[in-house]
């Protein structure tokens, strides 16, 4: 019952928590206020008054929305939470919870990445994450009889491919404004380049979130190829035909399976793995087309969607162009040195991660510089990479990367590499810095910064030799900055900005004085500006015949021309230093590419100068809402519960957290029949203390004895690669006798390494001082776990692991037992208990490496095959009354392994494990399958 209990959790929580793992705890130094509307909650800190008033606007015209075209009704009210804690723009839902997180600083990558045309990122961010909580929450039939009893814990409409779960608000969103991801010019440049390439990603891999490494990543797979799924089945089978799928959802018995299967498993004494509904059944009952009808219909529609814009592009002349970067997935933001002999391009993949890379512009001598961005893969990924720029004398690249600042916000800062000693230095803390630039000569770094509480970003200037920063330029109250760039002689800027009412434009600004000048103003998406070495022309990337191509104005005559006709598409321009060439991020259906093409400006197509609209004005909040301090206990009430039913058991379970993430805690009751005797468990955790520190309570009881534990922990250190913190228990316990303990523990974790060799060490120590009171007597024990896992330098999935164990303890007798298949003290291929004492010292040894690539579904049943794996393990140790270095006092343990991973109900990946381990002394093997990983 624990294992499916364990893992229906797991279900819940990736499927609720996976766009919230930005966020942490919330910083409980600030003072948080709350606003209370018809149906909302708005909870914010100090700072963050004005746009609090607007979310609550906002928030309650989303809710209008939705129950006007979802037609269904939330019957609680929910949390939005407004934290300016990041540098990482957007938001997140636990529909579960009802519980929305938004960062409001309005960052440079929503518009480029999301949607320009938007007139509101706050009001699109709170309107799509409601929208998550409507569509998720839905019941009907017997779910919705199941929800008045059970609460929240009955969600079935969760369980559906994530594709759909971020394809309905996206696609009906497009509806509402006009322009979204489900039709926006660079999505379908993806699916464009599929049909130019004939090469459509399964739909099975669609429906599923697999396990492979190579492009798209599951992130752009639901955001990016999701809401075009959903637009094929509301303009094929009517808008309405989303409404009928989430109804025949709610209303199918599997749907409730990972909340029935652990009552009905425990019940039955057997666990019963709980399986979703199938999406192709879920589609003949709503849709009347089975799962590959849907799959070939949706091939057809992009197709012809597709075909002849295709034909259009290839008759007008497509620009001829050479890539030059050699490694697949993402690469971004090529910058060309001064001297002419590197390009310098961030790149990231799902093995080697974030890094800047350097290339010869003929391709050759391609090489990874420096680790940038460790964390957060689960995006586009990482869309607010690191921009490389150069300094005139091509020695040093300035770039801006984040990491977790004061331990409670992830801010970016400036970092410059040397050539020379090929090292980065940190220039900034907490500076909240991003697309820096050289000054032409060399002595300052112009970049944009983002300001507290959400306000608009600011252009700042670094002094090198003093580094001391100073204001540049205020920006207007209703912009938001992209991206800029300097002239080639240190007197112009050119700008990328977004402006209030969804236009995203290319501006110059003097930097002796004056305002903004718009090179473009309307509704095209205009980006990544960059001025030609004789500064007479600017290139920019935008999307204003419907493809990302690249464009230049001329400052001489005015003129304006399209630079490049594209299949796919052409972003991020950098011009070589003698201007005859430009390096350009292109796209395949492999991931965006590193790319040069020769450059003659005088053979540009000349196009019409620009329509220029005017700006809406910003309008500020229609209401002023009441304000009142926030009080963390109603957020922390039940919205739901889980009965437990068994053969000689009942008893229920339940668990919240706070809204701030500053308090958690999981409880668990009920009476066992065949002991006449309660039992309980009961955990609580709170992280909202200066200095920071958390602590936890943990209570257990049944028939046989019970436990009481109160915990405190301190962060030594937390970074996104490192984390260190100490830890401190005391304890009550009665199983036959009363002890008391109290242990000290040390845990650390890092990751480390650069390109394909990855490095990732867990380490955790304990002590422990119990007292047996009955015997009037004490314990000591001290044990160390020290896990390293070591991506060796190829490109296959080849990796060396080990786990190095130790213990010692006095006061009783054989304190520690090693052996058997699994646990922190086993040796495989030797019997439970194989050796006591003491003292004890072992190791576990592992090569793995990958067998097979499956990457195959069975369909749209909610099951898909990964790959195979295999192992090949060493384990060794001893135990006594103190460690014995003869190898005659040593126990070995020999074996392989197959590993078949899989992903079960859309998303949770795992995997069966069979193998053959055996005693190097006796070479009796013993045969074992199981689940999960061992270590």
């Known amino acids: 019952m624990k294992r499916i209990a364990l893992f229906i959790a797991l279900i819940i929580s990736v499927l609720s928590l996976s766009g919230l793992s930005q966020y942490s705890a919330t910083d409980p130094r600030l003072d948080w206020w709350v606003i209370e509307t018809d149906h909302f909650y708005i909870i914010y800190h100090t700072g963050l008054e004005s746009t609090a008033q607007e979310a609550a606007s906002m928030a309650e015209g989303a809710y209008e929305n939705w129950e006007t075209t979802l037609h269904y009704h939330v019957k609680d009210k929910t949390t939005i939470v407004l934290a300016d804690t990041t540098d990482i723009d957007g938001g997140a839902a636990d529909s579960t919870n009802q519980l929305i997180i938004i960062n409001p600083s309005e960052a440079r990558v929503f518009n480029e990445w999301l949607n320009s045309r938007n007139p509101n990122p706050l009001d699109a961010v709170i309107t799509h994450e409601h929208g998550h909580v409507v569509d998720l929450t839905k019941v009907s039939g017997i ?18 491919p994530l594709a759909f779960i971020e394809g309905i608000p996206i696609y009906l969103e497009m509806l509402r404004t006009g322009s979204e991801r489900a039709n926006d010019p660079r999505n379908a440049m993806y699916f464009r380049q599929m049909v130019v390439e004939n090469n459509f990603m399964p739909f099975d891999q669609i429906l599923s979130r697999s396990q492979r490494s190579d492009w798209p990543s599951g992130y752009m797979i639901s955001h990016d190829i999701g809401p075009w799924i959903v637009r094929y089945m509301g303009e094929t089978y009517g808008k309405e035909s989303i409404e009928k799928f989430d109804k025949a959802l709610a209303e199918d018995p599997m749907a409730l399976s990972p909340f029935l299967s652990q009552v009905l498993g425990d019940l039955l004494g057997v666990p019963l793995p709980p399986i979703v509904p199938d999406f192709g059944a879920i589609t003949e009952k709503s849709i009347g087309v089975s799962g590959p009808q849907f799959a070939d219909g949706f091939k057809k529609w992009i197709t012809d969607m597709f075909s002849g814009q295709i034909e259009k592009l290839k008759a007008d002349g497509l620009t001829d162009s050479t890539k030059i970067s050699p490694v697949d997935y993402w690469n971004n933001k090529p910058s060309w040195s001064p001297d002419g002999q590197w390009i310098a391009y961030y790149h990231s993949d799902q093995v080697r991660g974030g890094q800047l890379r350097l290339v010869h512009p003929d391709g050759s001598d391609d090489h990874p510089i420096v680790t940038a961005e460790p964390s957060f893969g689960f995006f586009r990924p990482d869309f607010w990479s690191p921009i490389p720029s150069w300094s005139p004398d091509s020695q040093s690249i300035v770039y801006a990367d984040i990491d977790l600042n004061d331990r409670y916000y992830i801010n970016s800062d400036l970092y410059v590499y040397s050539m020379a000693t090929g090292k980065a230095e940190r220039l900034t803390q907490g500076e909240r810095a991003y697309r820096p630039v050289y000054t032409p000569d060399g002595k300052k770094i112009l970049y944009a910064r983002f300001e507290k509480d959400g306000k608009v970003p600011n252009l700042l200037s670094f002094d090198i030799a003093t580094r001391q920063a100073r204001l540049l330029y205020r920006l207007p109250q209703d912009a938001l900055l992209d991206s800029f760039t300097i002239a080639p002689d240190g007197n112009l800027l050119a700008l990328s900005l977004w402006r209030w009412g969804g236009y995203q434009d290319v501006y110059v600004l003097p930097l002796s004085g004056g305002d903004l000048v718009p090179i473009t103003k309307d509704h095209a998406g205009d980006f990544d500006p960059v001025f030609s070495p004789d500064g007479n022309l600017m290139l920019f990337m935008s999307d204003r015949d419907g493809v990302d191509n690249l464009y230049s104005y001329n400052f001489k005559n005015g003129q304006y021309a399209k630079v490049t006709n594209t299949l796919s598409g052409a972003f991020h321009p950098t011009i070589s230093p003698d201007g005859k060439q430009i390096a350009f991020v292109g796209y395949s259906t492999k991931g965006y590419d590193i790319e040069t093409m020769a450059f003659d400006p005088t053979k540009a197509k000349v196009i019409p100068k620009p329509k220029r609209d005017e700006y809406p004005a910003r309008k500020p909040a229609k209401v002023q809402y009441p304000v009142k301090p926030y009080d963390p206990n109603p957020s922390l009430a039940p919205n739901g519960w889980t009965p437990i039913l068994g053969a000689d058991h009942v008893g229920l379970s339940l668990s919240k957290s706070g809204s701030l993430f500053q308090q958690y ?29 958390s602590w936890q309570i943990n209570l257990n009881g049944n028939a046989e004895g019970s436990r009481q534990a109160l915990g405190i922990s301190y962060p030594v250190e937390q970074t996104l690669t490192t984390s260190a913190s100490l830890s401190l228990e005391l304890s009550r316990s009665y199983y036959g006798d009363i002890r008391n303990a109290l242990s000290l523990s040390w845990d650390l974790s890092q990751l480390s390494g650069l390109d394909l060799v990855k490095n990732m060490v867990k380490l955790h120590t304990d002590a422990t001082i119990t007292n047996v009171r009955e015997k009037k007597s004490w314990l000591q024990q001290m044990t160390m776990a020290l896990d390293d896992e070591i991506h060796l330098p190829v490109d296959s999935d080849q990796r060396l692991a080990y786990h190095v164990g130790m213990g010692w303890g006095e006061g009783d007798a054989n304190i520690f037992s090693i052996g058997g298949r699994s646990g922190s003290l086993s040796l495989r291929g030797l019997p439970q208990n194989a050796m006591s004492g003491n003292e004890f010292l072992l190791g576990r040894f592992e090569y793995r490496f990958g067998l097979l690539p499956i990457f195959q579904g069975f369909g749209s049943f909610p099951f898909f095959l990964n790959e195979l794996s295999a192992r090949l393990f060493t384990d060794l140790g001893t135990a006594g009354d103190e460690i014995s270095f003869d190898l005659k006092d040593w126990k070995v343990g020999l074996g392989a392994e197959l590993q078949l991973s899989f992903t079960l109900d859309y998303l949770i990946g795992t995997a069966v494990r069979a193998g053959v381990a055996l005693d190097a002394d006796k070479f009796e093997p013993q045969f074992y399958f199981d689940f999960g990983t061992d270590f």
């Open 665 to 693: 805690y999981s409880v668990g009751v009920g009476y066992n029949f065949e002991n006449n005797w309660p039992y309980y468990s009961l955990f609580y955790t709170s992280d909202s203390h200066i200095p920071p520190f």
């Open 143 to 160: 779910s919705e009889e199941l929800r008045n009893i059970f609460g929240n814990t009955v969600t079935p409409t969760l369980y559906k």
